[in-house]
């Protein structure tokens, strides 16, 4: 079985018949770090695993492998090849499988910053267990940079960061906007009394925030400053649950987009709008480039979408915008 052609970075096609099972020698000997231990493993002779890999690296035309004592270790061709191979055997064994089953198979993994998953980690779900039952879904929760790493890693296929945090090598769609609102106790000495507020009208609030680390954090500074106050944090907490409970505990005060002012209703914290055109977040939708997206992946980036239109449309994200991604239209 091998692969019919594998497109260059420039317009011209080369054709490159490499086969699977030249894929999957490849990535065991790899991972094994030994061409006998993988011949082994493998059931196949070490001499004619050799004769595979010298064949992969000839067609190539780059040397994928170093020997060492121990065995070998991967060049820096080797180690961009890696993930490639990977993903081209899990896409191959995705498709045999979702021909067997004659539906959607395979496994996606998904990152979500701790505020959106608040507000769309359990809707996203239960949508993709009705929609698509036979997908396995790996859900992550961190700040938008790890997240971000993540992704550069190829350890996620799909990931939720703000717009600060994409890079250009990825393909991005925005999803939604959100307002950011100021979230308190009423009885914390100086929290505003009325329904909206100014970040102009902040400056003596004391503040519960996430370190300079997180794409929230960078935002807001650069909101502050261009309203013209220092902002005064006196407690820096990267966590959104921790972060919620010293404010709750009446710490301080803490500006949250909207997907947080539905997150724990129970706590009697108040939700000031924060009336600043700058004192938003734009979340996207992250991934590597299109071509080297699977079905699973590109069906879950439609329920991700649906599922926050959905929610935005029912009043269930507070603050928040919707980018349409076929339309480019927006709703609220």
């Known amino acids: 079985m091998s692969i019919a052609s594998l497109t260059s970075a420039t317009e011209d096609q080369v054709e490159l018949p490499v086969e699977l099972r030249q894929l999957r020698y490849f990535v065991r000997v790899v991972e094994l770090g030994s061409i006998r231990r993988a011949a082994s493993e493998l059931g196949v002779t070490a001499s004619l695993l050799g004769q595979d890999l010298d064949r992969l690296e000839a067609q190539l035309s780059t040397q994928l492998f170093r020997r060492v004592r121990s065995g070998v270790i991967p060049t820096d061709a080797g180690f961009a090849f890696l993930r490639h191979a990977q993903l081209t055997l899990q896409h191959a064994v995705d498709a045999v499988e979702a021909a067997r089953q004659q539906r959607l198979v395979g496994h996606v993994s998904v990152g979500l910053p701790p505020s959106t998953a608040s507000v769309l980690g359990i809707p996203l779900v239960t949508a993709m267990r009705e929609r698509h039952p036979e997908l396995r879904v790996h859900l992550v929760e961190a700040l938008s940079g790890h997240l971000a790493a993540m992704l550069d890693a190829r350890q996620l296929d799909l990931a939720l960061v703000a717009r600060g945090s994409a890079a250009r090598r990825w393909s991005i769609r925005p999803l939604v906007d959100e307002r950011v609102y100021l979230r308190?106790?009423?009885?914390?000495?100086?929290?505003?009394?009325?329904?909206?507020?100014?970040?102009?009208?902040?400056?003596?609030?004391?503040?519960?925030?996430?370190?300079?680390?997180?794409?929230?954090r960078a935002l807001l500074d650069i909101?502050?400053?261009?309203?013209?106050?220092?902002?005064?944090?006196?407690?820096?907490?990267?966590?959104?649950?921790?972060?919620?409970?010293?404010?709750?505990?009446?710490?301080?005060?803490?500006?949250?987009?909207?997907?947080?002012v539905c997150?724990?209703?129970?706590?009697?914290?108040?939700?000031?709008?924060?009336?600043?055109?700058?004192?938003?977040?734009?979340?996207?939708?992250?991934?590597?480039?299109?071509?080297?997206?699977?079905?699973?992946?590109?069906?879950?980036?439609?329920?991700?979408?649906?599922?926050?239109?959905?929610?935005?449309?029912?009043?269930?994200?507070?603050?928040?915008?919707?980018?349409?991604?076929?339309?480019?239209?927006?709703?609220?």
């Open 223 to 260: 909101a502050f400053e261009r309203a013209g106050v220092q902002p005064h944090v006196t407690l820096e907490i990267d966590g959104l649950a921790f972060l919620m409970d010293a404010v709750c505990a009446g710490l301080g005060a803490t500006l949250q987009p909207g997907a947080v």
């Open 263 to 332: 997150r724990e209703p129970g706590r009697r914290l108040r939700a000031l709008l924060v009336a600043d055109p700058d004192a938003r977040r734009q979340t996207l939708i992250a991934s590597q480039c299109e071509d080297e997206l699977s079905p699973a992946v590109l069906a879950t980036r439609v329920v991700i979408s649906d599922v926050a239109r959905g929610l935005v449309e029912a009043g269930q994200w507070p603050g928040t915008t919707f980018h349409d991604l076929n339309t480019g239209s927006e709703n609220s």
């Open 184 to 216: 308190g106790r009423a009885d914390l000495p100086g929290f505003p009394t009325v329904d909206k507020v100014n970040l102009a009208e902040l400056g003596a609030l004391p503040l519960v925030m996430p370190s300079g680390s997180h794409g929230l």
